[in-house]
């Protein structure tokens, strides 16, 4: 297979993960001992837990660091009680609409933190809709939730819900990992916990992002948000003790480098392909990719993808790939690993940073111009 048409099926892939985030593989958990879920620190698990996850890689420090300043996370997801009792996890992945057991849950990520509703769950009421699905008009409480999270699962079930990549918060047609969860707290009349978002009338960036890739969207939900949610507490944060912290580091430095160049005015290059593929193919080989990588039907493509944002997504997945490359490279040479009880880790992690920018340096006239 040519470089160009690995590089195309590599950008469409990409593109279509960063609608939806999630990671991990699919394998059975057993159920605890004790049967009683718990969180990595020992907490145990509830009906409604909010739980924040920081998916790996450049599109997991986009959202994090950008949705809102500062952010540590990039994808939500709640704790419900399925209809067998056992206490299950009310998800959305680039594969879809799902539901997996905690257990696997934390096992896909590095990075989390247990958020849980400070209010009167008894306030909370079955829906009209999912009433009259379920039968039980009278529902309340924590078990109402639950009941809203599996009618919205039985839903997909009978015709598949697809990813939002144009993140509509209020429109459910189409739904991304924190519209699931706010949608089963706002239908059951509690409060939404994912408030906060970045307008697009209101941010040059993501203006800027909307035009490059025709995208529409409206704004984007911080999933760190909750953290600063009158009506919910933070009750713990884990950070897996064998994560290398000079990963986010890493990542979130390439990502700062992208939005300040595209804040001073640089935009990406048109690319020298050797030649221009048919968009038909590339969308074909999407598809054989999707299919075989997942073991799913092949997943529903943005409507709004055509050969310019094919292009500008080409020019900038190499750039922040190549100079991430060279980094990684140098840091392992560099650097020494960094963990959460390091001593002095800012150090490192600041020269993790200087390192980055030294390399998207080097790189950026090849595939950033100045308008």
């Keep these: 297979m040519p470089h160009r048409c690995r590089s195309l099926i590599i950008v469409a892939l990409a593109m279509t993960l960063c609608a939806v985030i999630g990671c991990g593989r699919r394998q059975d958990y057993p159920l605890p001992a004790d049967g009683v879920s718990r969180f990595p620190t020992g907490e145990a698990l509830r009906e409604g837990d ?151 009338s209101e941010d040059f960036l993501l203006n800027t992002a909307n035009t490059m890739f025709k995208a529409d969207v409206y704004e984007i939900r911080s999933p760190s948000s909750v953290l600063s949610n009158p009506d919910f507490d933070l009750v713990v944060e884990w950070l897996r003790p064998e994560f290398d912290l000079r990963e986010e580091a890493l990542n979130e430095e390439v990502i700062a480098v992208l939005v300040e160049n595209i804040t001073a005015g640089y935009l990406p290059k048109r690319p020298r392909l050797g030649g221009r593929m048919k968009l038909k193919q590339v969308f074909f080989m999407y598809h054989l990719v999707t299919k075989s990588m997942f073991w799913r039907p092949k997943q529903d493509l943005p409507d709004f993808i055509d050969t310019e944002v094919i292009h500008n997504a080409y020019m900038m997945y190499s750039y922040a790939a190549k100079s991430k490359k060279a980094a990684k490279k140098r840091m392992a040479r560099e650097t020494c690993p960094v963990y959460a009880d390091s001593p002095d880790p800012q150090s490192t992690l600041e020269q993790v940073r200087r390192i980055v920018r030294e390399e998207c340096g080097r790189r950026l006239d090849t595939y950033m111009g100045l308008r």
Excluded at 151 to 178: G, I, T
């Design 50 to 200: 909010v739980i924040l996850a920081r998916s790996y890689g450049l599109i997991g420090a986009m959202f994090a660091n950008h949705s809102e300043a500062g952010g540590k996370y990039s994808h939500g997801a709640m704790v419900y009680r399925a209809a067998d009792g056992r206490l299950m996890m009310l998800n959305y992945r680039p594969t879809g609409m799902e539901t997996c057991t905690p257990e696997e849950f934390f096992t896909r990520y590095n990075r989390l933190a247990l958020v849980r509703y400070n209010g009167d769950f008894s306030q909370a009421r079955l829906p009209d809709d999912v009433a009259a699905w379920s039968g039980r008009p009278g529902l309340s409480g924590v078990a109402a939730l639950s009941e809203a999270s599996r009618y919205w699962l039985w839903k997909n079930s009978v015709q598949r819900v697809p990813p939002d990549y144009h993140l509509d918060h209020d429109e459910h047609s189409a739904m991304f990992c924190l519209e699931f969860t706010s949608t089963v707290y706002r239908d059951c009349g509690l409060p939404d916990p994912f408030f906060r978002a970045r307008k697009a």
